[in-house]
């Protein structure tokens, strides 16, 4: 702050009054620019209000809408998980009939041999009458062993039955 003298003329006065109000600062445009300032925060909480508002909505919805129909998909999906085991079980069975029944197969082809067969064959075409009744085949004691029936474990509805019956017939 400046010292004025009494002594001193008026123009140095006023001078110094001009110069301190020009040094004060303005309170009004001070506070002006302080609400501006609150009132861009407030709106900035407003729109973040507005949009947590929004979110715990949808939060809702999704946990009213879709997490029933995902439990309804989960529930859905067992069962396929299910018939996929039973599947596998089915083919790992069929699977040891097939090894059951081509050890038959060899044992039977190994029981009447496919090259007596053949040897008879030679024989009897050489045109000598008495190979081909030398040779006397034993009638074959093979029985089929007893297996699955795959409607056994894929039952088939009565309608789908007769869609799926064979339309062509056995000569």
């Given at each position: 702050m400046?010292?004025?003298?009494?002594?001193?003329?008026?123009?140095v006065?006023?001078g110094?009054?001009?110069?301190?109000l020009?040094?004060?600062?303005e309170?009004?445009?001070?506070a002006?620019e302080?609400?501006?300032?609150?009132?861009?925060l407030?709106?900035r909480?407003?729109?973040f209000?507005?949009?947590?508002?929004?979110?715990?909505?949808?939060?809702?919805?999704?946990?009213?809408?879709?997490?029933?129909l995902?439990?309804a998909?989960v529930?859905?999906?067992r069962?396929?998980?299910?018939?996929?085991?039973?599947?596998?079980?089915?083919?790992?069975?069929?699977g040891?009939h097939v090894?059951?029944?081509?050890?038959?197969?060899?044992?039977a082809?190994?029981?009447?041999g496919a090259?007596?067969?053949?040897?008879?064959?030679?024989?009897?075409s050489s045109?000598?009458?008495?190979?081909?009744?030398?040779?006397?085949?034993?009638?074959p004691t093979?029985?089929?062993?007893?297996l699955?029936?795959?409607?056994?474990?894929?039952?088939?509805d009565?309608?789908?039955?007769?869609?799926?019956?064979?339309?062509?017939?056995?000569l």
């Open positions: 400046l010292l004025v003298d009494a002594d001193r003329p008026e123009p006065r006023s110094a009054r001009e110069l301190a020009f040094l004060t600062p309170p009004g445009a001070e002006k302080v609400e501006e300032t609150v009132e861009g407030l709106l909480l407003e729109e209000c507005s949009l947590a508002d929004m979110i715990r909505s949808d939060t809702s919805q999704i946990l009213e809408e879709n997490i029933p995902l439990k998909k529930m859905e999906m069962g396929i998980y299910a018939k996929v085991d039973q599947l596998e079980a089915f083919v790992k069975m069929v040891h090894s059951f029944l081509e050890a038959h197969v060899l044992q082809e190994r029981d009447h090259l007596s067969q053949a040897l008879r064959k030679w024989l009897g045109g000598l009458p008495a190979f081909g009744n030398l040779w006397t085949p034993a009638a093979f029985e089929l062993p007893a699955y029936r795959t409607e056994d474990y894929f039952p088939v009565a309608g789908e039955a007769t869609r799926r019956a064979p339309s062509c017939q056995r």
